[in-house]
């Protein structure tokens, strides 16, 4: 959905994760956009995969403030090149800012990408899943045209192709894999949404996300998940990198198809009900902050505000960081010092009527400290932006616990966990 606020910093460090035995087999041609699964079993390069257990771990880089954005290095094309990319699970399409030439592009940390000369078709399957209806017209038969719009106002207009991605498994085993990505090259933003960023990776529900092309592949489950660190960095990974013995689940809602959406669920805060329920709540790390419909979040408002009276809290109307901040009687340096002043927050979601799974905001999930000392709601209206009656929960309220999206069992998942640990590389086949 990619709505970033903050300040934004680039953080020009490539971590190379794991030393791999590298594979050449291809998978795909320049002629195909996937394999059949029977076709990648044949390969001598992805008999070392179970698709059932194989994965991809990706570090990465960033925070919620300043920065605004966690972003990830990917390595493609032919030599393969590292690009910083935007994490987000509320789009699908991974696209680079590229040379093709450019009408619009922002500034980049690495050379605009050169895109290869392998064009997706514009009635191919992958086309029609970013067109606006089904029955779109082609004035290029050869060549798919894609416009994409985000909630913050950001829009790309690009073609569609196919290129090498670089990928090292969990197994040791290293692949280059030919999957379709956009070329943009021409981009609208807004100055509160532009980033230092090559692109953005799309990690959504639609055919052209990443896992949905690695999954057609045969090379890994339908699974995807990340790790943000409220410490900064983290980790996001494709396939069964993950502990379900820690995890609580709740259904993917089957009104929304293009969202890790779930619901109904009611708004409780400090462990008592609010009186706020039916919330719909998607899941989109696009989004630096948490975003609440204009009822839940007046509620929360009313319920924070009479928490507060009596606290050595005062508002900070001069500090413009976010809509609401606080002073005390000297600048904080950390939520530590603050948390104590705030109750969590939570999400119950109804299972079937019945079980509630509760996804918890804890007060260092909701709360930063500005630049100028004060602390600040990073829960904001959505109604001001348009969402409407969507609840989003942004990057700062999925901070320090293990994020799953189960795509084949319709399930997100969540547990505590140590974002900053980036799992090493081990063989997760069964």
Same mark, same amino acid.
């Given at each position: $959905? ?7 910093? $680039?953080?020009?460090? =490539?971590? =190379?994760?794991?030393? $791999? ?13 996937? !394999? ?6 044949? *390969? ?12 991809? =771990? ?6 919620? #403030? ?28 991974? &696209? ?45 038969? +050869? ?65 052209? %996300?990443? !896992? ?22 983290? #980790? ?6 993950? +502990?379900?013995?820690?995890?609580? &689940? ?17 708004? =409780? ?21 948490? #975003?609440?419909? *204009? ?6 408002? *009313? &319920? ?13 109307? +001069? ?14 340096? %950390? ?25 918890? !905001? ?5 709360? !930063? ?11 904001? %209206? ?14 700062? %309220? ?11 069992? $319709? ?20």
């Amino acid at each position: $959905m990619k709505m970033k606020m903050g300040k934004v910093e $680039m953080v020009l460090a =490539v971590m =190379v994760l794991f030393n $791999m035995s590298s594979c050449s087999a291809w998978f795909g041609d320049t002629h195909r956009n996937s !394999i059949l699964p029977s076709q990648a079993r044949s *390969s001598s390069c992805s008999r070392l995969l179970n698709p059932a257990g194989s994965s991809v =771990v990706f570090p990465l880089h960033g925070n919620v #403030y300043p920065v605004g954005f966690y972003n990830v290095t990917l390595n493609i094309g032919q030599p393969a090149r590292p690009y910083f990319l935007d994490v987000d699970t509320g789009s699908d399409l991974t &696209w680079l800012q590229c040379d093709a030439p450019c009408t619009h592009c922002s500034e980049t940390p690495h050379p605009l990408y050169r895109p290869s000369n392998d064009f997706v078709p514009c009635k191919d399957p992958l086309c029609a899943s970013l067109q606006p209806t089904d029955d779109y017209n082609c004035e290029n038969p +050869d060549q798919c045209d894609y416009e994409i719009n985000y909630a913050d106002q950001y829009s790309t207009f690009g073609v569609l192709l196919n290129d090498v991605y670089l990928l090292n498994f969990t197994n040791g085993v290293q692949l280059k894999v030919r999957m379709a990505l956009g070329c943009g090259y021409d981009q609208v933003f807004a100055p509160s949404s532009y980033h230092a960023l090559d692109g953005i990776l799309g990690l959504g529900r639609g055919k052209t %996300s990443l !896992i949905s092309q690695l999954n057609s592949q045969g090379l890994v489950r339908n699974v995807i998940g990340h790790c943000l660190s409220s410490q900064g960095g983290g #980790y996001i990974f494709f396939g069964n990198a993950y +502990d379900s013995a820690r995890v609580t &689940w709740t259904p993917i809602s089957s009104v929304d198809s293009k969202h890790y959406s779930a619901g109904p669920a009611e708004l =409780v805060f400090g462990g008592r009900k609010t009186g706020v329920g039916s919330l719909t709540a998607v899941f989109d790390t696009g989004s630096s902050y948490t #975003y609440f419909n *204009s009822h839940a979040y007046q509620a929360l408002l *009313s &319920w924070l505000k009479k928490d507060l009276t009596g606290k050595p809290l005062k508002a900070a109307p +001069d500090d413009q960081t976010l809509p609401f901040c606080w002073h005390g009687r000297r600048p904080f340096k %950390s939520i530590r010092e603050v948390r104590k002043y705030f109750k969590p927050v939570a999400l119950s979601f109804t299972n079937g009527g019945r079980v509630k799974a509760q996804f918890e !905001i804890a007060p260092e999930a909701y709360l !930063i400290i500005s630049n100028l000392g004060n602390v600040c709601l990073g829960i904001l %209206s959505g109604s001001e932006i348009g969402l409407e009656e969507l609840n989003v929960i942004g990057d700062i %309220s999925m901070q320090d616990k293990v994020m799953v999206f189960e795509n084949e069992k $319709m399930l997100i998942g969540w547990g505590p966990a140590d974002c900053s640990r980036v799992p090493k590389s081990r063989d997760f086949s069964i």
